[in-house]
């Protein structure tokens, strides 16, 4: 893996949740996006209209997905996209779970199944994300 120290600049909105720029990638098309780095999310989250984006449908999936919210449970799919690439670093053949989140106003959430592969740190005050060492991916 890479083991140079890779910066990213953080957005703070949603009364302090952290947003970071993130690539999703499909067959043929790719998607930026701003995601919520969430330490307590498992998976990766993203607004089912991006997979749409992406060139996929709901019917590629293989599995369902409920996600447990302050507003209840929502339900989705799970789906397994080309890739992913942020705090500059890149996964690919991903699992995603697809969910309509536009209306809460988020694109989607990054999880620790991104996440638990990098050595990062975070610095509010200086509002970036250091990303250290590589495991296996």
């Known amino acids: 893996g890479d083991d140079k120290i890779k910066n990213t600049n953080l957005i703070l909105c949603f009364a302090g949740a952290i947003l970071i720029p993130v690539t999703l990638f499909g067959e043929n098309r790719s998607h930026n996006a701003s995601f919520i780095l969430d330490t307590g999310a498992s998976g990766i989250i993203i607004d089912h209209s ?34 992913m690439e942020t705090l500059g670093r890149k996964m690919n053949n991903i699992e995603v779970h697809c969910h309509d989140l536009k209306n809460q106003g988020v694109e989607g959430l990054l999880g620790m199944a991104f996440l638990k592969y990098f050595d990062w740190c975070i610095h509010p005050s200086q509002r970036i994300i250091s990303v250290g060492k590589s495991f296996i991916i």
């Open 50 to 83: 991006i997979v749409f984006d992406l060139g996929y449908s709901a019917r590629e999936g293989h599995g369902f997905s409920v996600v447990s919210s302050a507003i209840g449970k929502e339900k989705g799919y799970r789906l397994v996209i080309r890739g």
